[in-house]
T-cell receptor, first 112, second 113 residues
Framework: DAKTTQPPSMDCAEGRAANLPCNHS???????VYWYRQIHSQGPQYIIHGLKNNETNEMASLIITEDRKSSTLILPHATLRDTAVYYC?????????????FGGGTRLMVKP | EPEVTQTPSHQVTQMGQEVILRCVPI?????FYWYRQILGQKVEFLVSFYNNEISEKSEIFDDQFSVERPDGSNFTLKIRSTKLEDSAMYFCASSEGPSQPQHFGDGTRLSIL
């Protein structure tokens, strides 16, 4: 799987949008971009994934650049409960049960 | 919303003892996984399991580890002779298909004394 680069930490004011960047310049054509988060003492939680089009669900939006070398996860109105480590992962999609390779992620601190 | 459940939440075991960690994946999921996270470190993949077979495993998953789906609902990870360095959070995950998102349980904290 391609490697990703994320800033180690970010702060965001409560109620504001949190924009978390991820670089994946060596991504291959058959690799998806996945985002997970890990709230303290809990298991990783799936947020969203995409291939090349922008995606939105009830939790977040994912913006992938046209060249697919980077992406941004957007939490539109961050709350204190969004404080967590956010992981950007690129993953090959095939018929095997592919592993997820977690990096260090971005520690997002949402402040009142 | 359906979720992956893991038991126990905390397991304390003497070094050299066998331990079994239990997971109940989401009911319609067919792919199962174990990961671990040593305190302060990254989440690491151990093994994936489908159709009663291991489909992929990491270097961590050596002969001391085994997985089993003993019935239609449970998925277990066994460590035969635990070492101090096996102390970690162990997370079970499941997915509906090979390309579907993996959903994680809240983990079992394994402490080896």
């Amino acid at each position: 799987d391609a490697k990703t680069t994320q800033p180690p930490s970010m702060d965001c004011a409560e109620g504001r949008a949190a924009n978390l960047p991820c670089n994946h310049s060596t991504i291959s054509g058959n690799e998806y971009v996945y985002w997970y988060r890990q709230i303290h003492s809990q298991g990783p939680q799936y947020i969203i994934h995409g291939l090349k089009n922008n995606e939105t669900n009830e939790m977040a939006s994912l913006i992938i650049t046209e060249d697919r070398k980077s992406s941004t996860l957007i939490l539109p109105h961050a709350t204190l409960r969004d404080t967590a480590v956010y992981y950007c992962i690129v993953r090959v999609m095939n018929n095997a049960g592919n592993m997820l390779t977690f990096g260090g992620g971005t520690r997002l601190m949402v402040k009142p | 919303e359906p979720e992956v459940t893991q038991t126990p939440s905390h397991q304390v075991t003497q070094m050299g003892q066998e331990v079994i960690l239990r997971c109940v994946p989401i009911s319609n999921h067919l792919y199962f996984y174990w990961y671990r996270q040593i305190l302060g470190q990254k989440v690491e993949f151990l093994v994936s399991f489908y159709n009663n077979e291991i489909s992929e495993k990491s270097e961590i998953f050596d002969d001391q580890f085994s997985v089993e789906r003993p019935d239609g609902s449970n998925f277990t990870l066994k460590i035969r002779s635990t070492k101090l360095e096996d102390s970690a959070m162990y997370f079970c995950a499941s997915s509906e298909g090979p390309s579907q998102p993996q959903h994680f349980g809240d983990g079992t904290r394994l402490s080896i004394l």
